[in-house]
């Protein structure tokens, strides 16, 4: 190393404006060698709009970016990578219709340079002849991560690339992100994780409403003065205090289940071989809890929850009827309604956010020319209920990921619904937006709904449910009260470990 | 651990032969339908030798061409209403030029051609990418304008070629034979190597990249610009060959063909070829048979004694039907992965 200047990444006086809304206002943030930086900051702070700057995918209004002291233009992607800088996007930035293979050589790379990398994650058999819409989003992640080792960057960024990942997966990322460190090299890591943030990383920079509020060495930190720093005092000590009420409000209703009316039935039901065998019962006003590593069955099962795909054998009954359905609007209007994990699936992207509410009033004919004043209203009061930031408003696709996904939600509840089947619903959100949805969904339990809840990160469980149920393989391995669930014990139960209770 | 996700993904999870087929299945599948198609038609007419199947590869060849421009420009996430502008244009303009040449001087003017081709299609390409004003806008406009430059060069049908020239796509000094290996190599050996660029190299796969998902190939570092105005230009190749063979089969240039059919003709066939218009999928080996399907319809309705009023009709109807089957295979596909 022959650099006289002690850093890596340099970025100065950054400024990037969309129209009238400041997405950065003067943001500095310095990222050292060997060392890896976390870019914290609740949805809207600029974290992306950052890391696109840095990658080159826009360019910045003003500022300026050196690497290892040299002031460096970036124009293009490609002017990033050479300047050292590799990044792996929340999306992953693969071909969806050309194979693993041919992706790799668009980006001059060969399969060996990325299969060292690969095999350390456990992905060392993957068939590079496998078109990438065939391949989970998850191992796209790591692949993505693998392509971006390969070019041997100075500096990795990760933009939330844990948010899809199970325990496990993520486990080799971090593994990934200390050797990259142990090289001397950096890594700028995002993540709304707090607990992988503290354990993996040195520094971090805040950023709140587009300006850096804050930088930490990470050795004798808290959550709670992160939070604090992402949200202001003010607002930070809410939603601290908030995801602790609705942790209390959680634990004491231990559910009298038998009391309850079952909304919802599953009869030992198979979906080809993603699902092999599950029954459970789902009671009004309970929210149920679902967790499992990846693709042991969860998806399958969601299918055929929210009527995407018909059971191979199996019943699932609705309010006592067996609902057979053929598509998702049959679910719909038996009222079992589905958030998935895209956003992206359920909403109109370049449409309104009212516009996007209203769309599944759309399904009764009645309502086709007209949609009635009290319609109206139902729209106008779930913004409200959920505090979905409008500023934005008129395309869905310009809103922070976290009022994106409050929009998929309140779909429904213009609508209106029985059972609400969630998806990670939280995935990639801020801690605030998460408490707010933690405390839309109790309510909504407490209203008389029930809610099937899937979540990858088991902290959620006995926050938010009233009972948990655990997949591994396509069946359901383990159940218990979320009040009592630990994190420990879940992961254990999800690794197909426990033979105990069921 | 992750059993299920480790097995979808490893090698050898499914056997080559079947996700050979699921890849190159609807290639092989036109393939078979043109030999089909072959096969019958012999049945239908007096005789069926080697100067009827001459005939069509021969006459075929125009609308290959053409298939094959669209497809490289759809490919990658383009569209190119001026192609059959383009075909009536090197018709016309090669026909003035060549007019009593020898076969040398109209081998060189059939290149300048090609290259002229390439040139202009290409900026028609910056046009559009510079612009961002929607390809079927600006490649309307170049169909109307290639038209009307053909109008311009030779406002009556006429002018000719040398039977060298006639010879090499037609295998027949007068335009029509019982030779059908010069139109076979005279399309083989383009359609082959563009295969090849577009499957195996970068800068081919780029088109892919860039008509499947732009912002992700962005992101890998691909300039999607210029992967599209690479596609015009060897989509304007592609047109000039089709025009080059349409100079070679009539003997002359004839400005009052309607190049928008053509146009039509070609998105057709590409469809039909496996193509997907949204861009990033298809092969152009699969579009050959299509353009030669395409163009075969009309003389094997004759062949049936179908009144040629009504051929449209049934043409339209087959094209139909044909896509409606597509569509199902490939529905009951994705309902069992």
Redesign the interface.
């Known amino acids: 190393m022959t650099t006289t200047s002690p850093d890596l990444l340099a970025a100065r006086e950054i400024s990037k404006q969309y129209g009238p809304v400041v997405a950065l206002r003067s943001v500095d943030m310095t990222v050292r060698p060997g060392e890896i930086h976390a870019l914290l900051g609740a949805n809207g702070a600029g974290k992306s709009t950052m890391v696109k700057i840095l990658?080159a995918?826009i360019s910045a209004d003003s500022g300026s970016v050196s690497v290892h002291g040299e002031a460096t233009h970036l124009r293009?992607?490609?002017d990033a990578?050479q300047a050292g800088i590799a990044?792996v996007?929340q999306?992953?930035?693969?071909?969806?219709?050309?194979t693993l293979a041919?992706?790799l050589?668009?980006?001059?790379l060969s399969e060996d340079d990325v299969m060292p990398w690969l095999d350390r994650m456990?992905?060392g058999?993957?068939?590079?002849?496998?078109q990438v819409q065939?391949?989970?989003l998850?191992?796209l992640r790591l692949l993505d991560l693998a392509r971006a080792l390969a070019h041997d960057p100075q500096l990795l960024m990760l933009d939330e690339i844990t948010a899809a990942l199970?325990t496990?997966?993520a486990s080799y990322v971090f593994e990934v992100m200390r050797e990259w460190k142990s090289r001397n090299r950096s890594v700028l890591f995002i993540s709304h994780r707090l607990g992988e943030v503290l354990e993996l990383c040195d520094y971090a920079t805040i950023l709140r409403n587009g300006t850096n509020v804050a930088d930490f060495d990470l050795t004798d930190v808290d959550e709670a003065q992160l939070v604090t720093a992402m949200l202001g005092d003010e607002l930070g000590e809410q939603a601290v205090a908030a995801s602790e009420t609705s942790k209390e409000s959680a634990a004491p209703t231990l559910v009298q289940e038998a009391d309850r009316p079952v909304v919802l039935e599953l009869k030992d039901v198979h979906l080809s071989?993603?699902v092999n065998g599950v029954s459970f019962k789902l009671h009004q006003g309970e929210i149920l809890g679902l967790t499992a590593?990846?693709?042991?069955?969860q998806n399958g099962l969601f299918q055929v929850l929210s009527g995407d795909h018909r059971p191979s054998s199996g019943e699932l009954i609705v309010d006592g009827d067996e609902l057979s359905a053929r598509s998702p609007y049959d679910a719909i209007r038996k009222g079992v309604v589905l958030v998935p994990a895209e956003r992206q699936n359920a909403l109109l992207p370049q449409r309104s956010v009212r516009e996007n509410l209203s769309l599944p009033l759309y399904n009764r004919i009645s309502k086709w020319f007209t949609l009635a004043r009290d319609e109206t209203e139902r729209v106008e009061s779930a913004v409200d209920r959920l505090d979905i930031d409008v500023r934005a408003g008129s395309q869905v696709q310009r809103l922070s990921g976290g009022n994106q996904q409050k929009v998929t939600i309140g779909r429904w509840l213009a609508s209106g619904f029985d059972t609400l089947l969630c998806f990670d619903p939280t995935r990639g959100i801020d801690i605030q937006t998460k408490a707010q949805i933690y405390e839309l969904l109790r309510q909504l339990a407490d209203d008389g709904s029930s809610i099937v809840l899937y979540t990858s990160e088991l902290r959620e469980i006995p926050l938010v449910c009233d009972r948990v149920l655990v997949m591994y393989?396509?069946r359901i391995v383990h159940e218990q009260d979320a009040a009592s669930a630990t994190e420990e014990g879940l992961l254990s139960a999800a690794?197909g470990l426990e033979g105990a209770s069921a | 651990m992750t059993t299920s996700t480790a097995d979808t993904i490893a090698a050898g999870s499914t056997p080559t032969w079947q996700r050979w087929m699921r890849r190159h299945g609807w290639t092989v599948g036109v393939w078979l339908l043109l030999v089909v198609l072959v096969a019958w038609y012999s049945t239908l007419i007096p005789s069926f030798g080697s100067f009827q199947f001459a005939t069509i590869i021969t006459n075929g060849t125009p609308w290959v061409f053409l298939a094959a421009a669209q497809a490289v420009i759809v490919i990658a996430g383009g569209l190119d209403l001026g192609v059959g502008g383009m075909l009536v244009l090197t018709n016309v303009a090669t026909a003035r030029f060549m007019d009593g040449q020898s076969f040398e001087v109209t081998i060189m003017i059939a290149i300048a051609a090609i290259l002229a081709a390439v040139v202009i299609n290409a900026f028609v390409g910056w046009i559009v990418t510079a612009s961002k004003v929607p390809d079927i806008v600006i490649t309307l406009g170049s169909l109307y304008f290639y038209q009307g430059l053909a109008l311009a060069i030779l406002p009556n049908p006429g002018g000719g070629t040398s039977e060298g020239f006639r010879w090499l796509f037609t295998g027949s000094d007068v335009g029509t034979g019982s030779n059908p290996w010069p139109a076979t190599v005279m399309i083989a050996i383009p359609i082959l190597v563009v295969a090849w660029w577009l499957g195996k190299t970068r800068s081919g796969l780029s088109l892919y990249a860039v008509g499947s998902d732009r912002t992700a190939a962005y992101l890998s570092g691909i300039r999607a610009g210029r992967t599209k105005i690479v596609a015009f230009g060897v989509g304007g190749a592609f047109a000039a060959m089709a025009g080059l063979s349409t100079t070679a089969i009539a003997g002359s240039g004839n400005a009052n063909t309607v190049g928008g059919n053509m146009t039509l003709n070609s998105v057709a066939a590409i469809v039909l070829g496996g193509v997907a218009l949204t861009g990033g999928i298809g092969s152009v080996i699969a579009v050959v048979p299509a353009g030669l399907i395409l163009f075969f319809l009309s003389p094997i309705l004759t062949a049936m004694g179908v009144d040629p009023n009504r051929a449209q009709i049934i043409q339209g109807v087959l094209i139909v039907v044909v896509m409606m089957i597509a569509g199902l295979i490939e529905w009951r596909r994705q309902r069992r992965v």
């Open positions: 990658s995918v293009k992607p490609s990578m990044t996007f999306d992953p930035a693969l071909i969806p219709d050309l041919q992706n050589r668009i980006s001059h456990n992905l058999g993957i068939d590079f002849g496998l065939d391949v989970p998850a191992v199970t496990d997966q071989d993603k590593l990846e693709g042991q069955g393989n396509g690794h």
